[in-house]
């Protein structure tokens, strides 16, 4: 039977790379974008479904799950992030822009998947967060850009706590790092190609479906200390 994903964040970058790998793997997707205007090339996906979002945003969140009512996700990938201050050091970021960019990356992505879990199929179901190596308190530090690593650590702890209170489950989770990839974020200097990254994230989903646990590993499939 044709699986489901919800890719959230995909106008751009890794989450419309997602999206295009998924789709060529056959599954049916749907796909978040914040502006609708923004989703031109995603459209251009066969079959694809695009839903409008801001993971910041409380209402939209509830808008979102409630037009998503009765479908039944096989993975619910949570991609959408943001870099942070880049321009200056950690200490010199100012209150709003660490509270930005903690909400964003650490508290929306947790809130967005207790929202969701409903939706998500008990038995054989995925949830997948789009962490970095840079979270890892173990090699994280010294990387760079301190700030986005610690608020990475943060989805780490806030997605192990997800996990903890879910109990006896057979839900699979993932905490995933792409590599380090060309895109707005990750910049030309970058390594991977988008193409690389996103057909090894799918290659390490389809493989973990129906494994559970929580598991912190890159596109490669290689796991990662926390
Ligand atoms: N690139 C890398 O090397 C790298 C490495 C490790 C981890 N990551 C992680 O991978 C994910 C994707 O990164 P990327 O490189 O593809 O970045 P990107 O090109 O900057 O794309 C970020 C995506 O997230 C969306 N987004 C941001 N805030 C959102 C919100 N509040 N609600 C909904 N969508 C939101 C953006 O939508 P708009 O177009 O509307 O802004 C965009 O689609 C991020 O979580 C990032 O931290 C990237």
Do not use: C
Not at 4 to 20: E, H, Q
Not at 96 to 105: D, I, R
Not at 162 to 167: I, M, Q
């Amino acid at each position: 039977m044709q699986k489901t994903v919800l890719i959230v964040g995909a106008s751009r970058g890794l989450g419309l790379g997602l999206a295009k790998q998924f789709s060529s793997a056959g599954w049916q997707v749907i796909a978040t974008v914040r502006n609708p205007q923004h989703a031109e090339t995603l459209r251009q996906i066969p079959q694809l479904r695009v839903e409008t979002l801001d993971m910041d945003d409380a209402a939209s969140v509830d808008q979102l799950a409630d037009r998503l009512a009765g479908t039944r996700l096989d993975v619910l990938f949570i991609n959408a992030g943001v870099a942070g201050p880049q321009s200056k050091p950690a200490t010199q970021a100012t209150q709003a822009e660490v509270g930005q960019l903690f909400y964003t990356n650490a508290v929306a992505p947790l809130r967005l998947a207790e929202r969701l879990l409903p939706l998500v199929k008990p038995d054989q179901g995925m949830i997948v967060f789009m962490s970095s190596i840079l979270g890892s308190v173990e090699v994280g530090p010294g990387m760079g850009m301190d700030l986005y690593g610690a608020s990475k650590a943060a989805l780490n702890h806030m997605t192990r706590t997800f996990v903890a209170k879910l109990g006896e489950t057979k839900l699979t989770v993932l905490s995933m790092h792409p590599g380090w990839v060309k895109t707005d974020m990750g910049g030309d200097q970058a390594p991977l190609d988008v193409e690389t990254s996103t057909r090894g994230m799918v290659e390490q989903v389809t493989r973990a479906i129906g494994q559970g646990g929580h598991r912190y590993l890159d596109y490669q499939g290689e796991p990662l200390p926390w």
